[in-house]
């Protein structure tokens, strides 16, 4: 992974408020769009260059407040996600909000912390897959592919609803009773 380029990202200044300009290196080298590269290129940095980091937090701390702001005068996310098309995945917002999750990271004191928000941000990640899977699966459920449906879901049992978990065991028993 090369350190000094990073995430690699090329955002679109326009649509970057003005007072976020001077911010733009910062989040193109360091706002990744997976969290697996996220995570090596900070484990990496942390140990190879641990004064850049520093020198990143506090550019991160000095830019949240507005950061936060930016992301609240945001209409266009004002939509439920299955809504969004590519443009709204690809707006330079989200590589900003990937820096603040970063420097949760990064800003901790000792091992026990950084698992912890390293824990956090898997958490996150894996509900938002959840919820990937499920948009998916609802739809192989409506079409009575229950096979596929289960073959979504198998994995995140645990952060089911009571709901859904019943249409899980319902699917579970179509599949068997179509082998049985």
């Not at 990073?6 to 408020?17: C, E, F, M, S, V």
């Not at 409506?142 to 596929?148: F, L, N």
């Amino acid at each position: 992974m090369d350190l000094e380029q990073g995430a690699g990202l090329k955002l679109n200044r326009d649509l970057i408020p003005d007072s976020l300009q001077a911010f733009i290196p910062c989040a193109e080298k360091w706002g990744f769009e997976s969290l697996d590269e996220q995570d090596q290129f900070v484990e990496l940095m942390l140990r190879e260059r641990p004064d850049e980091v520093t020198a990143f937090n506090d550019l991160v701390d000095q830019a949240h407040a507005q950061i936060i702001e930016w992301g609240k005068s945001l209409t266009e996310f004002d939509k439920n996600r299955d809504d969004f098309e590519e443009r709204d995945w690809n707006h330079p917002y989200w590589a900003f909000l990937a820096t603040l999750k970063v420097r949760e990271v990064t800003g901790q004191a000792g091992a026990a912390e950084f698992s912890d928000a390293r824990a956090r941000m898997s958490a996150e990640a894996r509900l938002y897959r959840f919820n990937e899977a499920l948009s998916q699966a609802v739809m192989h459920f409506q079409r009575q592919e229950y096979r596929e449906y289960v073959t979504l879901m198998d994995s995140y049992q645990d952060l089911m609803s009571p709901a859904q978990k019943k249409k899980y065991d319902f699917a579970r028993r179509k599949i068997t009773s179509e082998t049985g």
